[in-house]
């Protein structure tokens, strides 16, 4: 029998978050969640009435995190039947069936019938036919943009974004170009936005954006730097990783 403290399989790790408030199911050698995650959650502003949409969840990891702070529910797609059990089994382990549901589908194809009050996502970053796919064709799903690229998941969260709604994504700094072009051509308006440094000094490798259809002066937040000189995480990465 499976211990419900520790219901690792063999080819699974269990990891803690935020002080052991989240626990979090992964494979070991399947796709895993990466620094951006955890950036991405602490990004995120959520509300007590916040109808939420999770695009890619993958083990479910920024749904799990965001449990700490307030919202009504989430929706989580994840088009990888693996990787959709694996977020239910999470969403059962940290006891959010209540306000987290967990839904195997395509963004493409994916019908709510309704919008949403608050979208997010860790997207794919690789654009498809470059780079080299893995072995795993779950690492490859997760990576390459092999089920839909930046253009498709804005234009899916325009026609699901509620008009006064926000949306919130982190990408690589190499992708802001893109990112900003189909964003533009949406008529998204750029609410908050926040570089994120390896180390001071040092170009941006990450950027997280909150986007919405209102016209405001948008909030541009300082830069996170994520390591010191001494190669440990920095004060502000600590506290991010801490959790709220």
């Not at 978050?17 to 502003?45: M, T």
């Amino acid at each position: 029998m499976t211990d419900p403290a520790d219901p690792r399989r063999d080819d699974e790790t269990l990891d803690a978050f935020y002080h052991g408030r989240v626990r979090v199911l992964q494979k070991k050698k399947g796709y895993r969640f990466s620094v951006d995650a955890p950036l991405l959650a602490d990004f995120i502003r959520t509300r007590a009435d916040d109808e939420a949409l999770d695009l890619g969840t993958g083990s479910g990891v920024i749904a799990l995190l965001l449990s700490v702070k307030p919202f009504k529910r989430i929706t989580a797609l994840e088009i990888q039947a693996g990787l959709a059990d694996l977020a239910r089994r999470n969403v059962e382990l940290n006891g959010l069936g209540g306000r987290i549901e967990v839904i195997e589908a395509d963004i493409r194809k994916y019908e709510p019938a309704r919008r949403f009050d608050l979208i997010f996502s860790n997207p794919p970053y690789i654009r498809e036919a470059t780079g080299f796919l893995s072995r795993s064709a779950e690492k490859s799903a997760a990576k390459h943009e092999l089920h839909g690229g930046i253009g498709e998941i804005l234009q899916k969260t325009a026609e699901w974004l509620s008009p006064e709604g926000r949306a919130c994504f982190v990408y690589p700094e190499a992708r802001r170009a893109d990112f900003s072009r189909a964003a533009d051509r949406l008529g998204f308006r750029v609410l908050r936005f926040r570089l994120v440094l390896p180390r001071a000094g040092e170009p941006p490798n990450l950027f997280l954006a909150e986007l919405g259809f209102a016209t405001v002066h948008p909030e541009i937040m300082p830069p996170l730097v994520l390591y010191g000189p001494d190669g440990k995480y920095t004060a502000d990465a600590e506290a991010v990783f801490a959790g709220p």
